[in-house]
């Protein structure tokens, strides 16, 4: 058994009263009802609606349910849920839900069905014991079975670690679904009470709402004890949904409340009088929650205010306007004022003794409310590179309510342009900043910029915000090394997903292009460019060959569709980022920016050729491939003149007119009705786009 915190209630006048906690076993497995589910996999809904049945509650009256019980159908769908997809065994599922299920309170009622809050119940002399309480139980699939109150005339032999218990001994008392339990299998235990006692209260009554009122009562008890105890026994039962049902758990909780009880009376003569002189006395004054900080929507008072009539009004003037205690619970609630800061309010209570006109009395008393801000410091950023990209992560743990930091990372360029944003949306989680960026293929110095801000804003200029700078840097290693990442992630696609014996060709042709491109590096790093770009065209050579195997023999493979379509636009778009590789390998040793230009007007050239492929008949559109390809090559050789430092304009211009003739073959192609309009409008536009592209690089 884990008990909750327990309360003592002290009063002394006549008696004195003690309330004692109960709590829950720590193992479940229970109860009964007609409604079931089909599967392990339900829905939120299902669940909703199959506890809402087992509790005689439509579904439409939902929104009708106090917030306490919509909180705890949450929670038990939620565990219900959970339970589902594995996440917890029948028993951890059990467990959570007597767990998070709140224990039924019970409160104590005194004169006007006030709670007993430190005051003097003078109805209780030695003619007759009585005493009001209510209890309430707002759970889910939880219902009180029995009542039962005793009067304990002995405390010393009182023993409470007994005071949960059946007649048996057990804790508890469990039954399948179908099982009824007899009525003598679930009487109380009642051996705690001692050897004097007196029970003056039983209820069998299942409950059918979710609070009750009680009278216990006893006409001329049988002693009369400087202390006497009155308890509380309830029997409670939970119902748990299992594979096969519901399953019902029986157990009981015990209060108990002390109280002292005294004969002495005196003979006074009667006189007509004002039963009551005094004005209310306001003691106690409570917040709620203290300290109160600025994201508190409002500030709740527990004020304790006495008068012989009983209190007919309690109030608390605040910034002009007046709070009033209607549900008569000594509890008020004002609006925070948000800004932090010292305030002043009033708090008055009018007693209820108005038996004539200006009979009533009003006591007033002042009290000071301070307001803090919850969070006074900014986000901390954190930036961590990895090796292809970068970490980025907001921590705001500092604060007393946490307002869910949040922010956005910018990444620009040497020349200001942004590569790449995003927001932030949760702190404590690590976002993700590719270097695939690095699908630029072209090293650049880059700025990463991130904001973070603490959303706090309940006042203005609550709000505390970081900025945090990293200055980065794509190489030309890194380049090289991306497009190594990349053949081998496709050498590890090929070894799991293709069961043919020819895949070891593949990769061992992949291997030579990661090779060659280590050698190429090395070259250009040395200050030998021609043989860097021998090198990385040896490396093109090989992407061609594979993906050329793959479209012709692909059946013979053993591929998917999936397997083929993925490898053929890695096989690419490898094949793109060498030819870009060359480019920029030109421009680090020519210390100019022309090679990366040319490369990447080339990388539209061969797009457009696997455009011209996927859209147009093989064997029609062979001879302009076959142009487009020439093209492609015209403006490769342009990169190998700026490494001989020879002209280079003359096979660009070359370039343009080969287009030229490919825009021929495209109106061809049209007139012989081989493509339509639309498609040849798109060829013939990405074609002027390519030549444009090349005049300005001239």
């Given amino acids: 058994m884990k008990p909750k915190n327990s309360k003592f209630i002290s009063i002394i006048i006549i008696f004195s009263f003690s309330i004692t906690s109960f709590g829950f076993p720590q193992f479940f497995t229970y109860i009964i009802n007609q409604t079931s589910l089909s599967s392990r996999d339900n829905t939120f809904e299902e669940w909703r609606d199959v506890i809402l049945n ?87 699939n939880e219902w009180v079975v029995r009542v039962y109150a005793y009067l304990d005339y002995d405390l010393y032999d009182t023993f409470m670690s007994n005071s949960e218990k059946f007649e048996d001994g057990s804790t508890y008392k469990h039954f399948q679904p179908g099982e009824q339990p007899d009525f003598q299998d679930l009487n109380p235990d009642t051996s705690f009470m001692g050897i004097e006692f007196d029970k003056i209260l039983e209820d069998h009554d299942q409950w059918t709402t979710s609070e009750k009122d009680y009278v216990a009562k006893k006409n001329y008890p049988g002693r009369i004890d400087q202390e006497l105890y009155f308890h509380v026994k309830v029997l409670y039962k939970k119902d748990i949904y299992e594979s096969n049902g519901w399953h019902s758990y029986y157990f009981y909780s015990n209060f108990y409340l002390s109280w002292y009880w005294t004969s002495s009376f005196q003979h006074r003569t009667l006189n007509i009088r004002d039963d009551d002189l005094g004005a209310p006395v306001i003691s106690n004054i409570n917040i709620i929650d203290a300290p109160i900080y600025d994201g508190y929507n409002e500030i709740i008072f527990e004020i304790n205010a006495e008068d012989k009539s009983g209190i007919s009004e309690l109030y608390i003037e605040f910034l002009g306007d007046k709070y009033l205690d209607n549900d008569n619970d000594n509890l008020i ?77 910018t990444l620009i360029d040497q020349y200001g342009q942004i590569i790449d944003s995003g927001i932030i949306y949760q702190e404590e989680t690590i976002y ?29 200029g609550d709000e505390e915000t970081s900025e945090a700078t990293r200055e980065i840097s794509i190489t030309l290693e890194d380049c090289y090394n991306y497009v190594i990442a990349q053949i081998e992630k496709l050498k590890n696609y090929i070894k799991e997903n293709l069961q043919s014996c020819v895949k070891n060709f593949f990769i061992k042709k992949l291997n030579n292009t990661q090779l060659n491109l280590r050698s190429a590096y090395n070259q250009v790093i040395q200050g030998n460019i021609c043989c860097a770009l021998h090198n990385l065209e040896n490396a093109l050579s090989l992407i061609r060959m594979i993906k050329s195997i793959f479209l012709c023999f692909c059946q013979n493979f053993c591929c998917c569709d999936i397997d083929l379509g993925y490898v053929i636009y890695s096989l690419n778009d490898i094949r793109n980022n060498i030819v870009l590789l060359k480019g920029n390998s030109v421009d680090y040793e020519k210390n100019t920016d022309l090679g990366y230009q040319i490369a990447s007007i080339e990388v539209k050239v061969l797009n457009l050729k696997d455009f011209i492929q996927e859209n147009i008949n093989y064997f029609d559109s062979w001879c302009l491939r076959r142009i487009i390809m020439q093209t492609a090559i015209l403006i490769e050789s342009a990169l190998f003149h700026i490494a001989h430092d020879t002209d280079y304009i003359c096979v660009l211009t070359c370039a343009q007119l080969t287009l030229d003739l490919a825009k021929c073959k495209v109106n061809y192609l049209l007139g012989e009705e081989k493509i339509s309009q639309n498609l040849a409008d798109v060829l013939i536009e990405r074609m002027t786009q390519i030549q444009n592209e090349i005049e300005l690089v001239k």
């Fill in 333 to 409: 609630s004002i609006p925070n004022p948000s800004a932090p800061g010292d305030y002043t309010l009033s708090i008055s209570a009018v007693d209820a003794d108005s038996d004539r006109e200006g009979d009533q009395l009003v006591s007033t008393v002042y009290s000071n409310l301070n307001i803090l801000d919850d969070d006074i410091t900014a986000p901390q950023i954190i930036i961590d590179e990895n090796e292809f990209g970068w970490n980025v992560s907001i921590l705001d743990n500092d604060g007393i309510i946490d307002s869910e930091s949040s922010g956005n990372y």
């Fill in 432 to 460: 993700s900043i590719s270097k695939e960026l690095i699908s630029l293929m072209k090293p650049v110095s880059l700025s990463l910029r991130v904001f973070a801000t603490n959303n706090d804003c309940e006042w203005e």
């Fill in 54 to 140: 087992h509790n005689s509650i439509k579904t439409e009256t939902l929104i009708d349910l106090q917030q306490e019980t919509i909180s705890n159908l949450y929670e038990q769908i939620n565990i219900y849920q959970d339970w589902d997809n594995g996440i917890y065994s029948a028993n951890e599922k059990n467990q959570l839900l007597l767990s998070n299920s709140h224990t039924p309170r019970i409160r104590y009622l005194g004169p006007d069905n006030h709670p007993i809050e430190g005051y003097d119940l003078i109805s209780h002399d030695d003619e007759k014991f009585e005493l009001n309480f209510r209890l309430d139980d707002r759970i889910l």
